[in-house]
């Protein structure tokens, strides 16, 4: 399997800026997207950004303008840029990889363990 570790959540004050981390245990023979997910306290986790292996970006609703997602192949990273940031962007931010294991075709999909970003007023 892999292990995804999140890192750079923290507290900004509203309008600040943070970017946060997430780093592979390992290379992923193929990987189809790595995503940045948010649930917000008593809400859903949702979508807020995906980047593809070839590199295209998607960004949702909730913090679109304000987000900017890249990746590192070779150390096996995917980065969220976060601007403005605002007190409803307050949550936990979890990182998600999708792809397969090996040439077989064994897929995966793995979670990390999650990152809080607070955003005070």
């Known amino acids: 399997q892999v292990s995804l570790v999140e890192s750079g959540g923290g507290s900004v004050q509203a309008g600040g800026a943070l970017t946060l981390s997430c780093t592979a245990s390992?290379?992923?023979?193929?990987?189809?997207?790595m995503d940045w997910y948010r649930q917000g306290p008593g809400k859903q986790r949702e979508l807020v950004a995906r980047?593809?292996?070839?590199?295209?970006?998607d960004y949702g609703d909730p913090l679109k303008g304000r987000l900017t997602i890249s990746k590192d192949n070779a150390n096996h990273a995917v980065y969220l840029r976060m601007s403005d940031l605002q007190p409803e962007d307050t949550g936990v931010y979890y990182c998600n990889a999708k792809g397969f294991l090996n040439p077989y075709g064994t897929p995966f999909s793995s979670w990390g363990q999650g990152i809080q970003v607070t955003v005070s007023s």
């Open positions: 980047i593809t292996s070839s590199g295209t970006t």
């Open positions: 390992r290379a992923i023979f193929s990987l189809n997207a």
